[in-house]
């Protein structure tokens, strides 16, 4: 990740939109839906116009694609013109959207809605239950990805903490004309392959793999595709706690082998932006990371960008792929908002992106995936997007890849579905630093695994007591 990286209808609003799209480089070919604004949604009916005065405030993250944020607070003004509501967007760091919330959750004051990048369920005793636009999302744009469902969703308390309008997907980056000269000319497939071919690699030219053991969520991500497609899991379908076995302890050993055979100390100190950055300046074979390096890469080094290969989730040794989504898109309403108009302009407004999510994906140059998958069909569609990339991809369907990318990706919380444990456990990075203590040597890697598995044990139990862990009554 990195910061570097028609008709017309409403009239003006849509000439605005064709206009700065132009202006920003746009290119021909299959273009979003036409902009539109329904006053009814399934359940759910609004006003053509809410009431004078009515205001709503956004503070989001930094996207990584900038160009999805010029486009974004361009679209908030637009709706609120259309709409009658006076819309206020602030985008924070990455880093700042945890704190930020939980600050204004505690002073009981602060934005009307915040977006999330990850589950939110940590959060769940400061936040609204989103249960009605959720319904009316699925009523007119059809069953939501299991991917944002479980992210937004506690069966357990039947409560719709957020609610989650794209993902996207982590696939693994290779540099193309390095593996196919190691004997992988489609890149690694099964992480075997990784090892043995990233072994041969960093021997031949001293250019390392670059998967990360630092306290920060690309780390975190890679850590959990890897226990996953190994066959093990932090939890069970129950939320249970199911770190400390064989597997999870297998999946360990092959990090630290790997570290110590293809890799360099600089892992254990990265940011969410180092692994991108060492791979658009050409010094790593090999990150799992979502397309916004590689939207880099084509801008300011094209020739890496045509030498990038991307594959799905790596193969388990007994070939099963689970590979992490890498970012969600879920917003929160908290509990201190209680003006009813601002409430339903807020409720609006995600029903309003969503209907017109092909912009989304659009604007974000692919990386926003749509969490209702009807709602962005230029994306799938033969001779669509993913086969044709607006954007310049070398070949045109480089991204092909990613058009099953729900089928082999997992979420925070799998099997089961997130909760407030699982909230908390990937935002305190237990799961990197594990591996980080197995590869320096600090720990063995059983000793690691069974460490970490007590620390997930405390904080489960603490949200087991509150009633927010457990199996769902049939």
């Known amino acids: 990740m990195n910061r570097f990286l028609s008709q017309c209808i409403a009239g003006v609003f849509t000439l605005v939109l064709s206009v700065a799209a132009m202006a920003a ?43 999805y944020d010029k486009w974004f607070d361009q679209y908030a003004q637009e709706w609120g013109k259309k709409n009658g509501v006076k819309v206020t967007v ?51 744009f059809g069953k939501q990805e299991e991917v944002c469902t479980s992210q937004s969703y506690l069966p357990i308390t039947k409560t719709w903490y957020g ?21 992988y000319p489609n890149g690694p497939v099964t992480y075997d392959g990784l090892y043995n071919g990233g072994v041969k690699i960093f021997q031949k030219t001293g250019l390392p793999v670059g998967v990360g053991m630092s306290p920060e969520i690309d780390s975190e991500f890679y850590a959990r595709s890897l226990i996953w497609s190994y066959g093990g899991s932090l939890f069970d379908k129950c939320g249970n706690v199911a770190l400390d076995s064989p597997q999870v302890v297998k999946a360990v050993e092959f990090q630290t082998k790997l570290y110590k055979s293809a890799e360099t100390p600089e892992v254990f100190s990265w940011n969410p932006a180092s692994n991108n950055q060492a791979f658009v300046s050409g010094q790593t074979s090999y990150i799992q990371n979502s397309i916004s390096f590689y939207r880099t890469a084509q801008q300011f080094q094209p020739k890496n960008a045509e030498d990038t290969g991307f594959s799905p989730g790596l193969k388990g040794p007994t070939g099963d792929v689970h590979q992490t989504a890498h970012v969600w898109f879920i917003y929160v309403l908290p509990k201190y908002v209680t003006n009813p108009n601002e409430i339903m302009a807020a409720k ?40 044709h990339d607006p954007w310049g991809s070398v070949p045109a369907n480089k991204l092909e890849v990613l058009r099953n990318a729900s089928k082999w990706t997992a979420w925070l919380g799998y099997p089961g579905d997130s909760s407030p444990a699982v909230s908390e456990v990937y935002n305190t990075h237990l799961l ?29 139990a603490k949200w087991r007591a509150k009633g927010y862990v457990g199996c769902p009554a049939k």
Request: with cysteine; hydrophobic share 40%; proline share 8%.
């Open 432 to 460: 990197s630093t594990m591996m980080a203590e197995a590869a320096r040597g600090d720990k063995t890697p059983a000793q690691a695994v069974k460490d970490t598995a007590a620390q997930i044990g405390a904080i489960v």
């Open 348 to 387: 609006k407004f995600l029903l309003d992106l969503t209907a017109n999510y092909s912009w989304a994906t659009y604007e974000s140059e692919l990386y926003n995936f749509p969490a209702f998958p009807k709602t962005a069909p230029q994306l799938w569609e033969r001779g669509g997007w993913l086969d």
């Open 25 to 67: 480089g746009t290119t021909t070919g299959i273009q979003p839906a036409p902009l539109h604004f329904p006053s009814k949604f399934g359940s759910m009916k609004f006003p053509a116009k809410f009431p004078a005065g009515t205001t709503l405030t956004l503070t989001q993250w930094s996207h990584f694609v900038p160009r």
């Open 90 to 140: 602030q985008h924070i760091s990455l880093g700042d959207i945890v704190p930020t919330l939980a600050a204004s959750i505690a002073a009981k004051r602060g934005p009307t809605m915040f977006e999330t990048i990850a589950t939110p369920a940590a959060f769940i005793e400061g936040l609204q239950n989103l249960a009605d636009v959720n319904k009316a999302a699925q009523q007119v």
């Open 163 to 183: 609610y989650c309008d794209g993902w996207v997907p982590d696939p693994g980056d290779y540099r193309v004309s390095l593996w196919k000269a190691a004997g």
